[in-house]
């Protein structure tokens, strides 16, 4: 088990060093001056030049990478353009308000998706089974931002039970595990929860009808094995899969949620990344991406080495 430990951290290095050069490839590869944002129209070339020494602009681009690739190692990712602070404070504060809300979310679509899931398996081709189907199906089909917006519309507007937006009373960012915060969360949770639920509720439907369908429960029943016990089997077999789709889950909400923190002003990494996109703000657009996108890759490897931990055929295999 520690060798193989040790081998998904090793695989996990050279993946880092791919997403940091694709990073700051794809980033520097858009048009237009990332500086334009800070400096008056009339800037003249002395003040233009002062600004590429500052950010380092004025050097090459391999000499860019390895400047900003030694300084992430160090915990440095530079300073914000737009707003001049520290990139690594910004995108930490929102890191944890995006976390937050991304766990909560998949956590719920989790639940859910595995309840509708693992009724639809036990009772194929009923209404049922259908109905819960029907729901998945529907999850994964409406877009994020359309049902957040209805949501908004039902909730807060019609019915003023909840806050339309942000992470707190007043727009503040600053969190706390009581009601006040926690009305906040529901709404962007709920929106977020949907995609989850629908794809694991399709892969656990699939994979509970797999199980059922195979020789070793049927010599269970044949032994006299309760109701309870064979699902105590069928949920064992099921879990491995289950937990990689819910990580990957979890790791595409902490990137693809741009859309529902736009619509509910959340101060999350999407929004953040709405910001920096907008205002051409590169350091904040790198350090952002690197983050998220250095989250993914070791909740993968977490999650692998949970599945081996769970399934040891697969360090066999």
């Known amino acids: 088990m520690l060798s193989f430990i040790f081998q998904r951290v090793l695989y996990t290095l050279p993946i880092m060093f791919g997403v940091a050069l694709v990073c700051f490839a794809l980033v520097h590869l858009a048009p237009g001056d990332p500086l334009v944002s800070i400096m008056p129209p009339d800037a003249s070339q002395e003040l233009q030049k002062q600004l590429m020494e500052i950010y380092g602009f004025n050097k090459s681009y391999p000499e860019q990478f390895i400047r900003w690739g030694w300084r992430a190692l160090q915990g440095d990712l530079g300073t914000s353009i737009a707003s001049g602070r520290p990139v690594t404070s910004e995108v930490m504060r929102a890191v944890g308000n995006t976390f937050r809300l991304a766990s909560v979310a998949t956590l719920i679509g ?37 049902l957040g917006m209805v949501l908004v519309i039902i909730f807060s ?32 949770a709920v929106t977020m929860s949907v995609i989850p639920m629908g794809i694991i509720s399709r892969t656990v ?33 099921a879990a491995p899969t289950a937990l990689a789709v ?6 595409y909400l902490l990137g693809g949620s741009i859309l529902i923190e736009t619509v509910f002003s959340w101060p999350g990494t999407g929004f953040l990344l709405n910001s920096a996109i907008f205002q051409r703000d590169l350091p904040l657009l790198q350090g952002t991406i690197l983050v998220l996108a250095t989250f993914f890759v070791i909740l993968n490897m977490i999650v692998d080495i949970i599945q081996t931990m769970l399934d040891p055929r697969i360090a066999r295999g």
Not at 113 to 130: I, T
């Open 110 to 146: 989790f639940v859910f998706g595995c309840l509708f899931g693992f009724v639809a398996g036990y009772f194929q081709n009923s209404w049922v089974d259908k109905a819960a189907s029907l729901t998945s199906v529907l999850g994964v089909s409406v877009p994020h931002y359309w």
């Open 157 to 188: 507007s019609l019915l003023m039970w909840l806050p339309p937006n942000g992470a707190g009373p007043g727009g503040s960012s600053d969190w706390h595990w009581n009601w006040e915060h926690i009305k906040h969360l529901i709404l962007p």
């Open 205 to 237: 439907r699939a994979l509970v009808a797999e199980i059922l369908s195979q020789e070793f429960i049927v010599g269970l029943k044949a032994k006299g094995l309760t109701n309870v016990g064979i699902f105590m089997h069928v949920v064992k077999n």
């Open 246 to 251: 819910m990580g990957l889950q979890l790791g």
